[in-house]
């Protein structure tokens, strides 16, 4: 009789996908995710997300203990092995509750049905080392300087020495852990009643157990962070207001403001995503333009107040998005153009809202001050969210809140 073929978990398989879509095609993680689980049950999604995202965050730790346990380097390898020894490492070497054979098994064979015949063996050996010494090697893994807490927390050195600048060692190595958990769920209730419990901080803010998709379509909810609805919320646009938002895509804040607000949008996929959302989301008073933040149609002047939440290293949200901690950098010469921008159309006396989703002073406190703008004291109205060394400012802190990391300025023109 002939030997039945191994089985491999449905949530393995679409786990191993996003992997190599991720580091093979330089795929975005959510989106990869996206298309592997598509046929997926609830239980095997949620499991292949478990697995995918925490392979890639944790990959610089694992790449560690493949390299010192299997003493191959990783460049040698074939993208499919490597994809299947981090799969596999990630699960032995930070997951509780997962058989060994199941880790060492299913990632073999994940090998072997990639065409890799010839590997086999050889993963076979690796992840049975990876079983009986990833987690001790991770767990004795010092974190006392930038780039020890680095490679211990997987992420780039330059972010950890970034954090250990703006937030000392301590902050720094607790913001690392954080951002290497699921981060919370809450949504923005826009109209209706919802399953949750509310933000006793965030007007609006609701906790849930999942998104509800139909409420979702139905553009009675928004998934938005927290940190994302106060930046929405310091705009403080009123009735009667013409408002901007400069760098609007997909609509979470720029559906929050009240006024008469111009939704700018420079990427043309994008800007129809905006126009999908504001239309789903009910929001009657936002025009979408398509055009770049920097070079607007003259006609689009004299506005109350503006909104710039603008691109960024994103070093604020890596819990949610895995992969960007690998392609992230910082932005703030763009930053500093978009805010002068923004300056450049709202009357004198009004605002313009600085916000980025990052924890990173030169892409916040330091683009505030190479504008020249004058600050209003946002940590009065917020004192829960008071920037830890700028009291005029806003900082959401994942370790510190629970939210993603958000800076936020209101200055005035």
Known sequence: MAARPA?????RAAAFEVLRRVFEDEAYADRALRSASEALDARDAALARRLAYGAVQRARTVDHAIETLGRRPLRRLDPPVRAALRLGGYQLAFLDGVPRYAAVNESVELVRRAGLERAVAFTNAILRRLA??????V?????STPAEAALRHSY??????????????DGARALMRAQNESPETVVRLVRGTIEGSPDNEIPGAWYVQRVDERALAEGRIWPQSRGSQLAGLCVGSAPGERVLDLCAAPGGKATMLAGEVVAVEANEARARELEANVRRLGANNVTVVCA???????????FDRALVDAPCSG????????????????????QLELLCAAAARVRSGGTVTYSVCTVNADEAEHVVSASGLEPEPLGELWPAFRHPSRPEFLQTLPHVHGTAGFFVARLRV
């Open 7 to 11: 089985l491999i978990s449905p949530a």
């Open 132 to 137: 009986d010494g990833a987690r001790a090697l």
């Open 315 to 334: 070093l604020g949200v890596l819990a949610a998005r895995p992969d960007l901690r690998w392609r992230s950098r910082p932005l703030p010469e763009l």
């Open 292 to 302: 770049d933040g920097r070079e607007l149609p003259s006609a689009l002047t004299g």
């Open 156 to 169: 780039p050195d330059w972010v950890a020495e970034t954090w250990w600048r703006d937030l000392g060692a």
């Open 139 to 143: 767990e004795a893994l010092p974190e």
